[in-house]
């Protein structure tokens, strides 16, 4: 699809930008995501390198997930989005969270669960935190130990690292059942948009 950009030169061109990606056709565009470099456009005028975000579908034998742009965040909430997001099994709002969905996927974890253990994490940080920015947590991966993720926004340009034991990630899985039924968590637990994130939104009309 042919999508229109403006850069920071205010050089104007149009760039061809897949609505679609099958990443066991593109293994490449896997890649490309978790670094930090799909949709990554150049400009033919300047040649910056512009990183902007588009709606596009990724998808593998057995799963996808639809990547929302983070600005359109509180439009996806409201039900308002100005495209169709169709019958998926996941949703990820901004470039973190679909690249936390594949790290996730990678890791042979279950989402859901992953989602729960971010839930009490964030609570044990809160007790402490008196800051004014937004605190959001991201899996980044596993070590023998256990699960690995990082803390956003606890301090101004510095990421906390913190763990959670397999022992932990094991007990959640356990009772994963029971906590779809009871809330909080049956609210961000929730496909296709399955992410705390739902709860740290306000979409006031």
Known sequence: MKRKLVCFCEHEFESEVPDSVDLSEQPQARQAILEGEFQTIQCPGCGKALKPEFPVL???PGWSVFFVPE???VAYYRGKL???????DRV???YDELVE???????????RVVEVLKYYLLQKVLEHYEGEAEVRLLFTGLEPAGLVFHAHGLRDKEVGVMRVSRQMADKAAGQLEGKLREEPF????AAPYVSINKLATETPE
């Open 71 to 73: 600005l359109d965040r």
């Open 101 to 111: 969905k594949l790290r996730i996927r990678e890791a042979g974890l279950d989402d």
């Open 186 to 189: 049956s609210q961000f637990l």
């Open 82 to 88: 100005p495209y169709p997001v169709g019958e998926v």
């Open 58 to 60: 990724v998808r593998e």
């Open 92 to 94: 990820a709002i901004g």
